[in-house]
């Protein structure tokens, strides 16, 4: 997903890997390609642009202008700007209640049901855990099934209460549920709206406090862009979750979402989603990323 950004980094070091001496010019030159790089790739303005002052700080900070490959420098200053960026090392979820409490938030269709499955999947399989998915979706009767057939594929069991419609209700009986069945981890998937809408955050922020879960994760679909970032910060500023779920990163997003999350809202992103099957799923590391951007 972020072959167009690493190509176009790439080529904005060109200018200074070929020289032996360089010239402030030659580094401004470089900072616009990379800041134009970042802008295509839908990076916001501001951040394209704070992060560009950051490079050039250290850059002349280090001595770039001397350096015997002032190509190479800047490359690392750039890796280690973008690793920032993104987080800097990865955080890990908390899990530390008995039993740990999850709930997903998100709008619809951004892959939150699909997550908890490949969660439960991860914490079962890695980790040695027992899930208990929660079907807290209470309007779409389909979204019910689908974390059903997720289940039976992992094997891990589905509380549903079909026809209940109070989400808070639910989600309690779900805790005294795998309290009493040895569940040590659950998963509480909850209904989105296609735009956030009053009733909807209502609605999440009462399940959270009635269950004050270990960890509220935001899902959001990767290939929104801008807008991703933007449904981010309403929702921190309703629910302040605790880290962010990047999903459908395997499709032709350019990226800007995945790297301007971060600075927006100031909580980490701790998994990316890369395809629809149950195993696709990885924890999210910001230097391996910056890494593999720049190669
Ligand atoms: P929800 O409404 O937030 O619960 O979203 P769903 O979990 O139902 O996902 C919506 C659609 O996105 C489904 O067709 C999923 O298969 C698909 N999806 C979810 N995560 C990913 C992902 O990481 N990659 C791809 N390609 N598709 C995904």
Do not use: C, W
Not at 27 to 32: I, P, S
Not at 84 to 104: C, N, S, Y
Not at 136 to 160: H, M, S
């Amino acid at each position: 997903m972020f072959e167009n950004l690493s190509d176009r980094l790439e080529k904005s070091f060109k200018l200074l890997k070929g020289q032996g001496t360089i010239t402030e010019i030659n580094v401004a030159e470089t900072l616009k390609d990379i800041r134009r790089a970042l802008l295509d790739a839908d990076v916001n303005f501001k951040i394209a642009k704070k992060f560009t002052d950051d490079v050039k700080v250290k850059a002349l900070g280090q001595d770039v202008l001397t350096a015997v490959k002032p190509g190479q420098m800047m490359v690392k200053i750039v890796k280690d700007e973008l690793a920032q960026l993104m987080g800097g090392t990865f955080t890990d979820i908390e899990l530390q209640g008995k039993p740990a409490v999850i709930l997903m938030s998100g709008l619809q269709g951004s892959g939150k049901t699909t997550f908890s499955g490949k969660l439960a999947n991860m914490l079962k399989s890695k980790k040695g855990r027992h899930p208990l998915l929660v079907a807290g979706d209470v309007y779409r009767p389909a979204a019910i099934d689908q974390l059903k057939v997720l289940g039976e594929q992992i094997n891990v069991p589905v509380y549903t209460e079909e026809g209940n419609m109070d989400p808070v209700k639910i989600a309690k009986a779900a805790i005294k549920h795998a309290k009493a069945n040895g569940n040590d981890v659950v998963i509480v998937d909850t209904a989105g709206r296609l735009a956030i809408d009053e009733q909807m955050m209502n609605e999440i922020s009462a399940v959270k406090k009635a269950i004050d879960p270990d960890e509220i994760l935001f899902v959001v679909d990767a290939m929104t862009g801008q807008d991703a970032v933007n449904t981010a910060k309403e929702f921190n500023e309703r629910l302040d979750f605790d880290g962010v779920v990047l999903t459908k990163l395997d499709g032709d997003t350019r990226g800007g979402a995945a790297l301007s999350i971060r600075a927006v809202v100031e909580k980490p992103i701790k998994f990316v989603g890369t395809g629809e099957k149950v195993d696709a799923l990885d924890v999210f590391h910001p230097d391996r990323m910056a890494e593999r951007i720049l190669g």
